[in-house]
Nanobody, 119 residues
Framework: QVQLVESGGGLVQPGGSLKLSCTVS????????TGWYRQAPGKQRELVAV???????NYADSVKGRFAISRDNAKKSVYLQMNSLKPEDTAVYYC?????????????WGQGTQVTVSS
């Protein structure tokens, strides 16, 4: 059974930093890409950042220059360093992993971790 376990959320003041971590387990399939999405109350889930197995990255415009996604292939882990946090970054952050090959991908989600930016 594939599991994505997230950690690192919490309460931080505006301008502060947090680092989210997510580890994938339970599958022998290759990781094609991993990413972070977020969902604020009353809003749709949106892409924050994604990184492929070739280290290509993509960011939402709202986080460019403030957030950085990275991965550790050996640990099957993905990280999201969040700097200069703003109240509008408050949301539940979900880790996503796409496993397999580009012609047949399986998508999995973590349980979510709350990030609250408030003074």
């Amino acid at each position: 059974q594939v599991q994505l376990v997230e950690s690192g959320g919490g309460l931080v003041q505006p301008g502060g930093s947090l680092k989210l971590s997510c580890t994938v387990s339970g599958s022998s399939r290759s990781i094609y890409s991993t990413g972070w999405y977020r969902q604020a109350p009353g809003k749709q889930r949106e892409l924050v950042a994604v990184i492929t197995n070739g280290d290509t990255t993509n960011y939402a415009d709202s986080v460019k220059g403030r957030f950085a996604i990275s991965r550790d292939n050996a640990k099957k882990s993905v990280y999201l360093q969040m700097n200069s946090l703003k109240p509008e970054d408050t949301a539940v952050y979900y880790c996503n992993a796409k496993l397999g090959v580009v012609t047949l991908l399986y998508s999995y989600w973590g349980q979510g971790t709350q990030v609250t930016v408030s003074s």
